[in-house]
């Protein structure tokens, strides 16, 4: 079984505009190449990184959707109707996303413009990667080729100190179990504060 991946950055970078007629637009990074991310895995602990051209054959060929909190019924956009525009540039994947006229394209710009939700995320499917083992025992994971599915605005980025970080490695099935976890781990720390 294939592993779907996802990863998020916390980023005070996503660009929000509204022109005369009322249409809302949203621009920023899903990934920056070459930035580490925090200790991830459970059982061998490792970093990851992206390199420059790991999505470029499936943004030729697959048709990504920019989702709220990565809930498939909440779609803003897509590429096949260029309502999601994705691109890598030098610095990273960079998307361009024209929200909808309804309810929750309305909401989804409140929400952000307010900094309520200020985390990005992607889910995505490894294709090809290498491995170094450094001297501090530390594996680092570098993605070369992966398949994009999808983009997300999420309010709980797993590493808030990060520009890159992780949540769930394990396959989609188990996706919720680790977020009851994480979910579980924030209230007791809350409670112990």
């Known amino acids: 079984m294939e592993k779907t991946e ?3 950055i ?3 970078k996503i660009e929000f505009r509204e022109d005369d007629d009322g249409n809302k637009s949203l621009f920023g990074y899903a990934v920056k190449w070459g930035q580490k991310s925090h200790v991830m895995g459970f059982y061998r602990k490792f970093r990851e990184q992206f390199k420059q051209g790991a999505f470029a054959d499936s943004l030729q ?3 990504q959707r920019f989702l709220w909190s990565h809930d498939v ?8 109707n260029n309502t999601l525009r994705l691109s890598e540039d030098p610095i990273g994947l960079r998307f361009e996303l024209d929200l909808p006229n309804t309810n929750l394209g309305d909401d989804s710009f409140k929400s952000i413009k307010r900094g309520d939700v200020d985390g990005v995320s992607f889910g995505f499917q490894m294709i090809n990667e290498e491995i170094e083992e450094p001297d501090d025992d530390l594996m680092l994971r570098t993605v070369t080729k992966a398949k994009l599915f999808e983009v ?3 309010a709980y980025p797993a590493y808030p100190d ?3 970080s992780a949540r769930g490695y394990d396959p989609l099935k188990h996706y919720i179990e680790d977020e009851k ?3 579980r781990s924030r209230i007791y720390i809350l409670n112990n504060l």
């Open 6 to 8: 996802t990863r998020e």
């Open 162 to 164: 990060s520009e890159v």
């Open 73 to 80: 019924s909440k779609v803003l956009g897509r590429t096949k």
């Open 10 to 12: 916390l980023t005070q």
């Open 152 to 154: 997300s605005a999420v």
């Open 181 to 183: 976890a994480e979910l």
């Open 61 to 63: 060929k697959d048709d």
